[in-house]
């Protein structure tokens, strides 16, 4: 099986001094762009840096049941969850082991979006048996930038044009960047400001 690059590896590809590239996920993907990583720490922890988090697992849960799935398989509630909010959990098996972690984005009544770093999609449907749910593997179809840093807000708000001071953490919104519709979430783990389109 052959590597998979990002849709944004034609631009990011030719960035990397070094062409140092690991595996992720299927993907070949930069270590790091320049030949030491220390401007690219000082950059996120003074300004800002961007990832391409492509190669994250992501999966659109939808229907009458999607809810009760996701309940049933993460420790977080995802009934008192709000339209427009993130939320970080563990999933556990039916013995309480956590298998991975992750983000289940709530975008509407019926509708989520959960991203994890390991393939889930077998045991989500497992869990799903007898419940009016249907669960797509959007993986390939939804590219992911994460944007991290002090300056996030800022070149963010540039470049989808609109004001994103009132987004809260783990919370999300649409916007538009360049005429291409995305959602951008409050969210990341570098531990500073940062969000994910």
């Given at each position: ?88 959990t563990p ?56 944007l991290q ?42 531990g500073d ?5």
């Amino acid at each position: 099986m052959s590597l998979r690059t990002t849709p944004f590896h034609p631009r990011t590809g030719p960035l990397s001094e070094g062409q140092a590239w690991r595996r992720w996920a299927g993907y070949v993907v930069a270590s790091s762009y320049e030949l030491s990583h220390d401007r690219e720490y000082h950059a996120i922890r003074n300004a800002a840096a961007l990832f391409d988090v492509s190669p994250l697992y992501k999966y659109l849960v939808t229907g009458k049941g999607a809810a009760r799935l996701l309940d049933h398989v993460v420790t977080r509630n995802i009934g008192k969850a709000k339209v427009g909010q993130v939320l970080y959990t563990p999933w556990c098996d039916n013995e309480g082991k956590q298998i991975d972690d992750g983000t289940i984005s709530v975008l509407g009544e019926q509708t989520f979006r959960m991203t994890s770093a390991d393939p889930t999609l077998r045991w989500l449907h497992l869990n799903a048996s007898g419940l009016e749910v249907t669960i797509q593997d959007v993986s390939e179809s939804t590219a992911a930038v994460s944007l991290q840093g002090p300056s996030s807000r800022e070149i963010l708000q540039i470049a989808a044009e609109r004001d994103l001071s009132g987004l809260k953490y783990f919370r999300l919104t649409s916007a538009k960047i360049r005429g291409v519709p995305v959602t951008i979430s409050r969210t990341g783990y570098t531990g500073d400001l940062g969000y994910e389109v």
